[in-house]
């Protein structure tokens, strides 16, 4: 058996492994979704790693599997949000929300504020028992129990002798819990309740291990009450039905927190076309993304074409140390660079008006605030990134320059062209053969490049008169950001991600039409 | 068919190690069954003598109060029998995560932060009633208050901070105690710049320009019986009159177009006399010999700053609420722990017990603490959303003195007042149009 074999199937033995180990630990979590990608993963890992037929499959696998767990995945599950209602006050599931609302419980007025020590006492077949010691007459001892069996509970009873001269005397029988034995009984005492009278019960709100743990008084019923036919709670302080309206109950037309997510169509795609206070700003930011997006590809690859043509000159003495200064931007992580750059622009004390103040004193103009007014962010914006971008773009086209044959150049030269010529008819539309793709991807890059406005700019200055909080430089994807953040209430996911799923099919188009431009080009040029 | 047969072999040894994965995977539940189901039977039987696994209560923290309350969860612990697994987290994305993370199950049981999340948390149902009876009498009421939701309790304040003026010591002997003379002090001192706040130079920052707005009568949400999301008063006389006022101190260069970085450079190489920001500059101040007074007062009405308060919450999603809520007022709530964060985390108490030790050993911090007096509490309703952006936006345009028109509304903005009423009007449609 050959070596290779023997990898391939030690390879899928270990993956087995970890398969197999994964099931049993999503099915403890209850994890459904993540438990049928991990079958189908493994289902599909095996058919290709096993059958000749399929083998050739192995190289494109891997990379099949990360696409769909981060692209297609996000993708998905973005579009699915785009059609719910998550936002604040929206983020739980139904179910969630009623446990929540189920799980409170109300004090009625006259005992409110009223907090007493609580012992807790163990029997001999360990239930537990409480004793409330709210006053000298009401000394209360009783069986702890759980909710359901509230309404059956015996009343607790006043008994004094349990506590003489400040001491806590147990009966017969019965253990005292010290606070930590009552820590490692908590999740059993958090649900137990004394039951006083048919309206009261004690319950724990404070374990002490550094004294008397105490109790608070509340009602016996909880405070709403979840009725599955009529699809309703009942606020049982008040005595008020609320019935579900879409993903909210509704008492007395006030909307009780929390809701639940639904589905709601197209409500958000809607919303967004629809809405003016929304639109209006939207169609600013979108002619300002198309802008961003186009003039730093053009800027960027213009430095990035002008540098490699320039550098591209033989028996350049020193060539690769110029090449590698100008790749150094590029090699920057962009977190730090925008950083930098939004401190050397800072109009009062940056070192670009520093640098600038001569030729402002010469002009006799006001320094450029830069940042602060409508021109000078949006050119900062672009300046910065066209330094960002120019790198990439000077490492494609020297590549592509060196793959120009050379004796298509020499031939234009013989018949006689300039350099200019030679450089228009021939190079450039060679040149864009192979970089028009990468322009195209680097073009829709820019179309969501967050990180670039969000810490250089932050969206700003203020469109001043807009009805959404927007700024001059907020490219889509920014926009999309604040929308989320700074709705009615806070969080608009679903919002958001109808304007990223809006992003996504404007990339898309441009990216289509302009690859079938491509093509052509390549069926004008390719064959030269 | 000598291929098939070792290819028969291999399945034959995966098939074994498949084995050996599962029979791992059945031991460990073999182990972990009895920690699930027989444990608490167990405890009942003899809980003096077996030792049940401790409950583990997992705190959320951002870095520098974790690693103040890490070391002295010990001492809980052992009186306890538990473990508290404190974890650092980023302190924006606590706020964030347990929203997530808490719905999955894998939330934290008691997390740290700051009041305003409430309303949001609240009314997403992650937050959990906390029933503060039992300590109540040690607590200021700006704390209990910036706590209390929709009449419910849901957090413990542990800290509270607001914004104050550092002065440099070594160029004026104070701050003066009106606007009015701070141009004078600033002649006298002969620095570049007087005033440094965050808040303009291209960073909106509606948190430190609040007194500027709110002193004399204005305020974001009306307060009655917590805030009223449908009463905002951003326009009214008071917030009008007092951002004209801001107006004339920028332009009397008063007050100094700077974000926050640009303030604090400024502070730190002396070409700025004030720096209005909060104790949590405290480090980058003593570059110089700072001192802190009020914020100059608007005529008659003192400065009103916001005021943050922090607090432990417990989450809804926790399995052991009961254990939190405790781990938060048996512990977590005494004047030793309290001490004890201070001394490794400066901040301003909220416990009347801690203020009292701090305001006779801290001069400072006493300061700070007496410009929040003067102060609200932020909205902590999650309407709070809809108010950063435009609020900060209008005070940014007043700052920077970024007046003008917008070609595509055609809305013109000429003055501190346009800019205001706009804001305003910005937080009611959002707030309406949601």
């Known amino acids: 058996m050959k070596k290779s074999t023997v990898l391939r199937y030690l390879f899928l033995a270990v993956f087995n492994s970890f398969i197999v180990y994964a099931v049993p630990l999503t099915i403890t979590f209850e994890s459904w979704f993540l438990l049928s990608l991990i079958l189908i993963i493994g289902l599909l890992v095996n058919i290709v790693y096993f059958s000749d037929r399929f083998l050739p499959m192995k190289w494109i696998l891997p990379g099949m599997i990360f696409l769909i767990s981060f692209v297609v995945f996000p993708a998905v599950y973005n579009t699915f949000v785009s059609f719910t209602n998550w936002s604040t006050g929206h983020i739980l599931t139904k179910s969630q929300a009623v446990n929540i609302l189920e799980s409170r419980t109300f004090t009625p007025e006259d005992q409110q504020g009223i907090e007493f020590d609580l012992y807790v006492f163990q029997d001999e077949s360990f239930e537990f028992y409480y004793l409330a010691d709210i006053d000298e007459q009401n000394i209360l001892f009783g069986k702890a129990v759980t909710n359901e069996n509230i309404l059956d509970s015996n009343f607790a009873q006043h008994e004094p002798s349990f506590k003489q001269n400040g001491e806590i005397f147990p009966p017969d029988g019965f253990n005292l819990l010290t606070g930590k034995d009552q820590i490692a009984n908590s999740t059993t005492l958090q649900e137990l309740s004394l039951v006083i009278d048919k309206n009261t019960r004690a319950q724990l709100f404070k374990i002490s291990v550094f004294g008397a743990s105490t109790g608070l008084l509340s009602s016996t019923s909880q405070l709403y009450t979840f009725d599955e036919s009529t699809d309703s709670i009942t606020n049982n302080s008040t005595n008020t039905t609320c019935l579900a309206e879409i993903d909210n109950f509704v008492c007395n037309g006030k909307e009780i927190d929390p809701g639940w997510r639904v589905f709601v169509g197209f409500d958000n795609y809607q919303k967004l076309f629809s809405n003016q206070r929304i639109r209006g700003p939207l169609s600013l930011v979108t002619k300002w993304t198309f802008q961003f997006a186009f003039v730093t590809v053009l800027l960027a690859f213009s430095v990035g074409l002008f540098l490699s043509l320039v550098l591209n000159k033989e028996n350049l003495k020193f060539q690769r140390i110029y090449r590698a200064i100008f790749i150094l931007p590029y090699a920057i992580p962009a977190f730090v660079s925008v950083l930098v750059w939004k401190g050397l622009l800072n109009p009062d004390y940056g070192v670009i008006n520093t640098w600038l103040s001569p030729i402002y004193e010469i002009l006799e103009i006001e320094p450029i605030q830069w940042l602060k007014t409508k021109e000078s962010a949006r050119s900062a914006v672009l300046l910065v990134n066209t330094w960002l971008g120019f790198p990439y773009m000077f490492l494609i086209t020297t590549g592509a320059l060196q793959s120009i044959p050379k004796n298509l150049i020499e031939a234009a030269k013989v018949d006689g062209a300039s350099s200019l010529q030679t450089f228009w008819r021939i190079t450039f539309p060679l040149l864009m053969v192979s970089i028009s793709p990468l322009l195209i991807g680097s073009f829709a890059f820019n179309f969501n490049n967050f990180t670039l406005i969000f810490l250089l700019s932050g969206g700003g200055p203020p469109v001043i008169g807009s009805e959404v909080a927007v700024g001059w430089t907020d490219i889509l994807i920014s926009f999309s950001y604040k929308l989320a953040i700074s709705g009615g209430r806070g969080n608009l996911f679903g919002l958001a991600s109808t304007v990223s799923i809006i992003i996504f099919a404007l990339v898309l188009l441009i990216s289509a039409v302009s690859f079938r431009y491509t093509k052509r080009l390549e069926r004008i040029y390719g064959n030269i | ?434």
Not at chain 2, 47 to 56: I, K
Request: aromatic share 10%; proline share 6%.
């Open chain 2, 1 to 434: 068919m000598k291929n098939n047969k070792s290819r028969f072999i291999v399945i034959l040894l995966m098939l074994s190690m498949v084995a050996v994965a599962c029979g791992g995977d059945t031991a460990e539940e073999v182990a972990e069954t009895p920690e699930v189901t027989e444990a608490p039977k167990e405890t009942l039987a003899a809980p003096a003598t077996t030792a049940p696994p401790p409950e583990v209560i997992v705190v959320w923290a951002e870095e520098k109060v974790a690693t103040a309350l890490d070391p002295l969860v010990g001492a809980y612990e052992a009186a306890a029998g538990v473990d508290v697994e404190v974890v650092v987290y980023d302190f924006g994305a606590i706020r964030t995560d347990v929203q997530t993370a808490g719905p999955a199950g894998e939330g934290p049981d008691v997390f740290l932060g700051a009041h305003d999340w409430v309303g949001e948390l609240a009314a997403n149902g992650v937050l959990q009633p906390i029933n503060l009876a039992s300590v109540a009498s040690d607590l200021f009421e700006v704390g209990i208050n910036a706590f209390s939701y929709d009449g419910m309790s849901y957090g413990f304040p542990y800290a509270t901070e607001a914004i104050a003026m550092y002065y440099n010591a070594d160029l004026t002997d104070g701050v003066p105690t009106t606007w009015d003379d701070v141009k004078a002090a600033c002649d006298a001192a002969g620095t570049e710049l007087c005033v440094g706040a965050p808040g303009g130079g291209g960073g909106a920052d509606a948190y430190h320009n609040h007194p500027f707005v709110a002193s004399a009568g204005g305020y974001v949400f009306k307060v009655q019986g917590g805030f009223d999301p449908n009463d905002v008063g951003l326009d009214n006389e008071g917030a009008l009159a007092s951002a004209e006022y801001l107006d004339t101190l920028v332009k009397d260069g008063v007050v100094a177009s700077t974000d926050y970085g640009a303030s604090m450079s400024a502070f730190q190489e002396g070409r700025s006399l004030f720096w209005m920001t909060g104790p949590w500059a405290r480090n980058d101040a003593s570059a110089v010999n700072y001192n802190v007074g009020l914020i100059p007062s608007f005529s008659d009405s003192p400065a009103t700053p916001f005021v943050g308060v922090r607090g432990a919450m417990v989450s809804s999603f926790s399995d052991k609420k009961l254990l939190a809520e405790s781990f938060i007022l048996d512990f977590f709530a005494t004047v030793e722990v309290q001490e004890a964060m201070y001394n490794s985390d400066p901040r301003l108490p909220a416990t009347k017990s801690l203020f009292a030790i701090v305001e006779a050993a801290d001069p400072i911090a006493a300061a700070f603490a007496a410009s929040a007096s003067n102060g609200i509490p932020m909205p902590n309703i999650p309407e709070m959303g809809s108010v950063w952006g435009p609020f900060g936006d209008a005070l940014l345009i007043i700052r920077d003195q970024a007046y003008g028109t917008n070609e595509e509304t055609g809305v013109t903005v000429n003055s501190a007042t346009d800019a205001m009423k706009l804001a305003a009007e910005q937080i009611r449609t959002a707030i309406a149009g949601g």
